[in-house]
């Protein structure tokens, strides 16, 4: 059968139940009249009769009582189906899986997504911290979260957070015997603190720009880490300048644990964005993932 006629088969099922033409036609919001001739059609496309019709009475033919206990059922197990999808959309559950970066998990996913667990326990979080840039179609994640300039232009993406700056610091130990940069250029004169990007190109290059002139410094030193929070505790003990997000770096400057250096080279970032990739394949549980981490200025 054509799969336009589904929707007579949907209005002789309704018919046969009601057993009324006027009740069927107000649960399928349709004319008495169109409901009459849609199952004629549906009568003459089989060629045999499924309703007896009275004019007191409908009930179903030998043949309509078999097309309704045995078709019957599964538009019932359909129906039940789009039921349920309907509830994932109001109560949302299942399990989203996003790769981000340490700083902007313990910074941003994990504050604002917190009330949201809480508010819908069937829903699942699995957040894996990887510098690595993963490839989140090829690695099945279902978002990423990076700076703003590092989302592919493909991808949908949405800010969950303000501009912000990296700054290089140091402790004030680490120049008893040593002059703080004055340029980038002068990073290669220091001990510094690497942090290792796995899948982007190895070491991460220090980033400044001042007056529109941008440079990437390639930096050199005795430590490398896969993580901003060892890259910090480094920078405390005083083997090096380091590389960090500034509201990170921020308490330990105000309390002078550690000295900043090359400020005026320090641009903000476009800030963290989550991304994924379309619109048309994300679920009811990312969409709200999504809703509850969109960055609103204040």
């Excluded at 549906?42 to 309703?51: D, F, K, N, P, S």
């Excluded at 770096?249 to 989550?274: K, M, N, T």
Aim: glycine share 6%; proline share 6%.
């Amino acid at each position: 059968m054509p799969r336009e006629n589904l929707n007579d088969i949907v209005a002789f099922l309704a018919v046969a139940r009601e057993k009324n033409f006027t009740k069927a036609a107000a649960k399928l919001g349709v004319s008495q009249s169109a409901l009459s001739h849609t199952i004629r059609g549906l009568e003459a496309r089989l060629g045999l009769r499924l309703l007896t019709r009275t004019t007191r009475s409908v009930a179903p033919t030998e043949a309509g009582q078999q097309l309704l206990t045995s078709v019957g059922p599964h538009f019932e197990d359909i129906q039940t189906e789009l039921d349920a999808l309907g509830a994932l959309r109001d109560k949302p559950r299942g399990t989203v899986r996003i790769t981000a970066g340490l700083h902007v998990t313990e910074t941003i996913l994990w504050p604002k997504l917190q009330p949201l667990l809480r508010k819908y326990p069937e829903l699942n979080l699995e957040i894996t911290v990887d510098y690595g840039l993963a490839n989140i179609v090829a690695d099945r994640y279902d978002a990423g979260v990076r700076l703003g300039e590092q989302v592919a232009k493909d991808m949908v993406a949405a800010r969950i957070g303000p501009d912000f700056r990296f700054v290089v610091v140091a402790a004030p130990s680490y120049f008893v015997n040593r002059q703080e940069p004055r340029a980038p250029a002068d990073l290669t004169q220091h001990n510094c603190i690497n942090l290792r990007m796995p899948t982007y190109g190895g070491l991460y290059a220090w980033e400044f720009e001042r007056g529109g002139r941008e440079l990437n410094v390639r930096v050199d030193g005795q430590l490398t880490f896969n993580n901003s929070r060892q890259i910090l505790e480094a920078a405390l003990a005083g083997f090096g300048l380091a590389y960090l997000p500034e509201d990170t770096a921020a308490p330990y400057i105000e309390r002078r644990r550690l000295v900043q250096a090359l400020d005026s080279w320090c641009a903000p970032f476009p800030g963290y964005h989550i991304y994924y990739p379309s619109r048309r394949q994300s679920s009811p549980a990312l969409s709200l993932v999504v809703e509850a981490l969109r960055y609103k200025k204040r």
